[in-house]
């Protein structure tokens, strides 16, 4: 049933019908109707925009940032990396933070000022957690932590570590954690001028088993100003435009549901005999109602891109609104930065709907589609087996490896390890583990099992997913109805079957404008911009699949049983070559 569209952001004012509303590319659909691709070139433009922020904000504060953070890790550490062992190292430690504090105006190239509070430098901030002991050095079962807070200057710079050495040691023990703090300020020169920005920096200390770990963080703050600068004119346009395309995007997503109410009327008024001979023609087993047709074809009115669209606006949306609200216009505070990467990578992604439409492009986008299912499915599968790797590999080695320190970090070590890196830097980690066999065979296993294995799968499921591909791919390009001798033999069978005898929506939309031929009113889109192959070539292949499906089925079994020798074979190999090698290393 065909019906007009809004006249709204339209040069032309030709009637199409809904399947050629939701198939057509914007290309087809101006070079046809004369309708404007709108929502394509909001698009373009909030991207030439958001491209345009992320230059400003990784030019212009990337470098001072990281400069800055440098500057304070290098000032405020006696020596980099180094644990506290004593509490000399430990008093040094603290008065050099309030030292460096202090002369950091003299001692930096950088320009830092203080926040002044009465005619005086605002001080060191000192908060002390520790466990409430008695007269002993003994810490309770049901024992009680206490946090308080001092204050350093130049004439107190230890707080309330000014005590003789008993109680100054006893101190020490209980102490669980400390943290200084200080705030500067400091200029950042950009393309926009020159920008003030409060630093808060910490100097956080961590008292396990005797040992203090000593870490400096900090982070900036924007100084608030009334200046608006250029780069807020920017931000305010990228605004706009984010915000003109969320709504396309949802005028989309209503378009879509006014389609899917009148396809699926126009459904159940079609006879179920007519029904069942249509579906039988295409080669799909038959559908009578409307309920029965699978979800993901219903899902196919409302697109999912539409919903990425509407995602990736959002975040840029709300980027920008944080940016406005901070002075000069401009999302310098995490938050912003890390909603404005999100925004952008979900509206580059939403970019590649449309390679759809053609040909030279389809391969990669067709690959996806077959294999991502296939792999999420594997994914899943394997899951269990590397968090059972993570979780051993952490409480077995933890106390003698960085590499397995806790769950995160084996993890990502395992998943280092399986994609090849660092592996002798890995088992030469585990020489001091007192049972060295152990940590041997805990290696071997998982990177045997991973990497021959596991990688292998991958890479099988998307070879079988490209091969397909492609030969979909030649098919499209030669317009042709090939038998199936002119494909590869590796083609997975259950994928081709899938893709020509399940329901799409070009296909559903074939059934329903069967029944009303005077819909028909343009000729079909040109296989440029076509993403799928036409119905009577579908048939066609269809046949031809059911005649050969048994004969090729016994080839693809031989080859599989081939295949599998040889990977046996290779497997064997590596793992003697692996061994060898370690014996002559130990040697």
């Known amino acids: 049933m065909g019906t007009k569209n809004s006249a709204l952001f339209m040069f032309g004012d030709l009637p199409m019908t809904d399947s050629q509303r939701m198939t057509l590319s914007p290309l087809a659909k101006w070079t046809k109707y004369r309708r404007l691709p709108m929502k394509a070139i909001v698009q373009l433009f909030t991207l030439l925009l958001v491209c345009s922020q992320i230059y400003v904000l990784v030019h212009g504060f990337t470098s001072y940032t990281r400069a800055n953070k440098f500057t304070f890790e290098k000032y405020l550490e006696i020596e980099e990396g180094d644990e506290i062992m004593t509490y000399e190292e430990a008093l040094q430690q603290l008065e050099h933070v309030v030292d460096s504090y202090y002369h950091l105006d003299h001692i930096s190239i950088s320009k830092y000022t203080y926040i002044v509070e009465n005619h005086k430098i605002s001080p060191v901030k000192l908060t002390v957690k520790r466990y409430i002991m008695g007269d002993s050095y003994v810490i309770p079962k049901d024992y009680k932590t206490n946090t308080s807070v001092y204050y350093q200057d130049m004439d107190d710079k230890l707080g309330p570590f000014n005590e003789d050495e008993p109680n100054l040691k006893k101190l020490f023990y209980s102490i669980i954690t400390m943290k200084q703090e200080f705030i500067v300020i400091n200029n950042a020169i950009s393309e926009i001028g020159s920008i003030p920005f409060k630093w808060h920096v910490m100097v956080e200390y961590s008292h396990v088993g005797g040992v203090i770990?000593?870490?400096?963080?900090?982070?900036?703050?924007?100084?608030?100003?009334?200046?608006?600068?250029?780069?807020?004119?920017?931000?305010?346009?990228?605004?706009?435009?984010?915000?003109?395309?969320?709504?396309?995007?949802?005028?989309?997503?209503?378009?879509?549901?006014?389609?899917?109410?009148?396809?699926?009327?126009?459904?159940?008024?079609?006879?179920?005999?007519?029904?069942?001979?249509?579906?039988?023609?295409?080669?799909?087993?038959?559908?009578?109602?409307?309920?029965?047709?699978?979800?993901?074809?219903?899902?196919?009115?409302?697109?999912?891109?539409?919903?990425?669209?509407?995602?990736?606006d959002m975040c840029v949306i709300l980027s920008n609104g944080i940016g406005l609200y901070e002075a000069y216009g401009i999302p310098t505070s995490d938050f912003g930065r890390i909603l404005l990467g999100v925004g952008t990578l979900l509206l580059f992604l939403n970019v590649t709907k449309y390679l759809e439409y053609y040909k030279k492009f389809y391969t990669l986008i067709l690959t996806l589609k077959l294999s991502g299912v296939r792999v999420l499915r594997f994914i899943v599968s394997v899951m269990p087996l590397f968090i059972g790797y993570t979780l051993a590999g952490a409480v077995s080695f933890s106390p003698y490896s960085e590499n397995f320190l806790n769950f995160d970090e084996t993890g990502v070590t395992l998943f280092s390890l399986l994609n090849g890196d660092d592996i002798h830097a890995t088992f030469s980690d585990l020489n001091n583990y007192p049972y060295p066999l152990f940590g041997r065979l805990y290696l071997y296993t998982f990177i045997s099992l991973f990497i021959t294995v596991v990688l292998n799968i991958f890479i099988f499921i998307i070879e079988t997913a490209y091969d397909l591909a492609k030969a979909l791919g030649r098919r499209l390009e030669h317009d042709v109805s090939p038998n199936m001798e002119y494909f590869h033999h590796d083609i997975d069978y259950d994928m081709w079957e899938f893709f020509t005898k399940n329901l799409t929506l070009r296909k559903l939309f074939k059934i329903l404008d069967a029944e009303n031929p005077q819909l028909d009113q343009v000729e079909p889109e040109p296989i440029e911009q076509q993403s799928e192959s036409s119905v009577d070539a579908q048939e066609m292949i269809a046949r031809i699949f059911q005649e050969h499906r048994q004969q090729y089925l016994e080839e693809m079994e031989v080859l599989m049983k081939q295949k599998h020798e040889e990977f046996m074979l290779n497997l064997s190999g590596e793992l003697n070559d692996a061994l060898m090698n370690n014996v002559l290393t130990e040697r």
């Open 213 to 312: 770990d000593i870490s400096v963080s900090s982070k900036k703050e924007l100084i608030t100003d009334d200046e608006f600068s250029r780069s807020g004119w920017l931000t305010l346009i990228c605004l706009l435009f984010s915000m003109l395309s969320f709504m396309l995007s949802i005028k989309a997503i209503i378009s879509g549901m006014f389609v899917y109410r009148r396809s699926a009327k126009r459904f159940n008024s079609i006879p179920k005999d007519r029904l069942e001979k249509r579906f039988v023609s295409i080669g799909i087993e038959p559908i009578t109602e409307w309920k029965d047709i699978p979800f993901r074809v219903k899902f196919e009115f409302f697109s999912v891109w539409n919903f990425l669209s509407c995602m990736g």
